[in-house]
């Protein structure tokens, strides 16, 4: 069974730091891209970042700037480096591991780690 875990979520004030991981257990191989979404309560579940195989990163226009995306690709982990964190980026946090599975592009989440940002 496919297992991708997030850790690193926490309570920081404005303008603080932190760091979320999110590794995927050793039979699946995160190949095409991963990638962290967040959802605040009462809210949709929204793109954040993303790194694919070549190393390419996306960010959503909200936290471009303040967020950096990296991967291990040896230990099959993405990190999320998230700076000057705002009281809007309150939220719960997942991973996404994207990879080819019998010819179809499959996706694999976590649990989820919650952030929390005080004023």
């Known amino acids: 069974q496919v297992q991708v875990v997030e850790s690193g979520g926490g309570s920081v004030q404005a303008g603080g730091s932190l760091t979320l991981s999110c590794t995927a257990s050793?039979?699946?191989?995160?190949?095409?891209?991963m990638s962290w979404y967040r959802q605040a309560p009462g809210k949709e579940r929204d793109f954040v970042s993303s790194?694919?195989?070549?190393?390419?990163?996306t960010y959503a226009d909200s936290v471009k700037g303040r967020f950096t995306i990296s991967q291990d690709n040896a230990k099959n982990t993405v990190y999320l480096q998230m700076n000057n964190l705002k009281p809007e980026d309150t939220a719960m946090y997942y991973c996404?591991?994207?990879?080819?599975?019998?010819?179809?592009?499959?996706?694999?989440w976590g649990q989820g780690t919650q952030v929390t940002v005080s004023s």
């Open positions: 996404k591991c994207m990879t080819w599975v019998d010819d179809w592009l499959t996706g694999y």
């Open positions: 790194i694919d195989s070549d190393a390419t990163t």
């Open positions: 050793d039979n699946v191989i995160c190949d095409y891209e």
